[in-house]
């Protein structure tokens, strides 16, 4: 379910929270036989009002600084390819590439998802504020915007700071071959132009 225009357009209690979830795939990032394996990672850029990691929808958000930008891409015939970058001070980041890599080497978690989600304040579960009531209305798991997926596309930069991908669309990703590919003038400069006889 959608937020409301109404809602967006109000202009108190408008704070849109942004969460993200890195979600790996079986045999490439873990090994399909291991039932105890990490599948999925949920971050978000801060704590709640208890200065614990945040929840939505009954899952927590580990609080790590992250960044995301370039959705936009300026014009409409190349596809926005963000970039994201996680703080890595305490090796989070760099543990979970070193356990990727185990499984597939170099792999440094290519082709795993990267979901962005966002709500409202309004809308967090009540156990991220004191009393369990959430002061800026009510709880409601089903309210959210618009769910953006993209895939790793590669490392850009990984080090005792940060770590950081570009992020691509699932269609707009390298390693796909014809006929998954959309074929366009600026891959395929006779694209259109063939008489056949």
């Known amino acids: 379910m959608t937020i409301p225009i109404e809602q967006l357009q109000k202009l108190e ?7 993200f979830q890195l979600n790996l795939v079986s045999g490439l990032h873990y090994s399909s036989t291991n039932s105890n394996a990490t599948t999925l990672y949920r971050f978000h850029n801060g704590t709640n009002e208890i200065s614990t990691d945040i929840k939505w929808q009954g899952n927590t958000y580990t609080a790590v600084a992250c ?5 936009e891409t300026g014009d409409n015939t190349v596809m926005a390819r963000p970039t994201i970058t996680f703080a ?12 990727v890599n185990q499984i597939t080497p170099f792999n440094d978690l290519q082709k795993a998802e990267i979901v962005r989600i966002r709500t409202m304040a309004r809308f967090l579960d009540a156990d991220n504020f004191a009393n369990n009531t959430n002061p800026f ?16 596309n590669k490392k850009l930069v990984e080090n005792n700071e ?11 990703f390298e390693d796909l071959f014809l006929p998954r590919k959309q074929i366009t003038k600026d891959r395929f400069p006779a694209t259109g132009t063939f008489v056949f006889v």
């Open 88 to 99: 890595n001070t305490i090796s989070n980041f760099s543990t979970i590439i070193e356990l």
């Open 67 to 71: 960044q995301i930008e370039g959705f």
């Open 137 to 152: 209305g009510t709880p409601n798991t089903n309210m959210e915007l618009e769910q953006h997926k993209y895939q790793i």
């Open 13 to 19: 209690n408008i704070s849109i929270i942004e969460l």
């Open 162 to 172: 940060i770590c950081s991908f570009e992020l691509v669309n699932t269609i707009d």
